[in-house]
């Protein structure tokens, strides 16, 4: 059964080369590829930690509104784990 999902995704910037368009742009992909049907992509901007877990001290937020079962949102989370430039992922029932 197919539900709606807001998926926040937290960007570690950091020594990166690529810009955060491709970054976005990639990982959208990664959820179509699992299954999910992407509605929406918001760029929330770069934001500071008020402390710096593992030594970074910002991220950049983006959250995405999709539409997918269980199975390709668990197969999407297990793909973005692996993703060295995903530093959280937070995913809720809309």
Same mark, same amino acid.
């Given at each position: 059964?197919? %539900?709606? +999902?807001?998926?926040?995704? &937290? @960007?570690?910037?950091? !020594?990166?080369?690529?810009? *955060? =368009?491709?970054? *976005?742009?990639?990982? #959208?992909?990664?959820? =179509?590829?699992? !299954? ?8 929330? #901007?770069? %934001?500071?930690?008020? /402390?710096?877990? %593992?030594? *970074?001290?910002? !991220? /950049?937020? *983006?959250? +995405?509104? @999709? ?18 430039? &995903?530093?959280?992922? +937070?995913?809720? %029932?809309?």
């Amino acid at each position: 059964m197919k %539900r709606n +999902y807001e998926a926040l995704i &937290v @960007l570690d910037l950091k !020594g990166k080369e690529e810009n *955060v =368009e491709t970054l *976005v742009s990639n990982i #959208g992909k990664d959820f =179509e590829k699992a !299954g999910a049907k992407l509605e929406q992509i918001d760029q929330l #901007g770069k %934001r500071d930690f008020p /402390y710096s877990p %593992r030594h *970074v001290t910002s !991220g /950049y937020f *983006v959250k +995405y509104h @999709l539409n997918a079962d269980n199975d390709a949102l668990n197969a999407a989370r297990a793909k973005l784990k692996l993703n060295d430039s &995903v530093y959280q992922q +937070y995913y809720q %029932r809309s």
